[in-house]
């Protein structure tokens, strides 16, 4: 099923990454030229953004301090998004495709709950979206940089739950790999709270999201949640 056309972005193109200046910056080389594109992915990604990556780019408007904006990175297995702004669209799309388990009757995006702002509410549940791009042993891993926005949101989704409403953490790959587990390492707490949020009866969805040589977004089969992996005593 197809949950985003990645042409409809507008003009894309295609360069090589010199070098990301820093979490929003890269330079690249575009048609011969040296160029500054914006990254709106503020995680490590050390993997995939190597100097002399392929880039797919969006070109920007004029009056902008970049000239492209990055919307995929070339890996061994083809494109890769690379794009946080939008995991949200493709991942309402999923969701109303069914992957929660069921079809919904409404989804909203951006719902207040307390003082935060939770990406879904979809009928009467909750549901936190993570966009996943670590893969390590041929496992898909988040967080993949310390993040206590994340770990707020899930201690939303537990007092969500205790209130009466559903509560869902749905994890979006854009990697293949076997399974998911929350990083053994980079943010012990928010692997205490993912964990404890399970306990607690939030509900755990996943999904791979992958780029076709068509340059569309496509629901590629469920992500499972690993088994084996030690939970917090």
Sequence with gaps: MILFDLKS????????????ENRFLATAIVDGLIKKVHIADTGRLEEILTPNRKLLLLKNRPGLKTDYTLIAAKMEEGWVLINTKLHSPIAKKAIEAGVLGFIPRSIKSEVTFGKSRIDFKVDKAFVELKGCSLVVEDTCLFPNAP????????????????????????????????????????????????????????????FFATITPTLEVILDGKLPLCRGVAQPG
Excluded: N, W
């Excluded at 972005?9 to 990301?20: A, D, E, F, N, V």
């Excluded at 009466?164 to 076997?178: N, P, S, T």
């Excluded at 587990?181 to 928010?190: G, I, M, V």
């Design 147 to 206: 993040t206590t926005r994340g770990i707020k949101h899930i201690e939303d989704l537990i007092v969500a739950k205790e209130q009466g409403f559903g509560a869902f953490i749905l994890v979006m790959a854009v990697r293949k790999c076997r399974c998911f587990a929350p990083h053994p390492s980079r943010d012990p707490k928010f692997k205490a709270t993912f964990y404890k949020a399970l306990e607690a009866g939030v509900q755990y969805r996943g």
């Design 9 to 20: 972005l507008g003009t894309l193109t295609q360069g090589t990454l010199i070098k990301r």
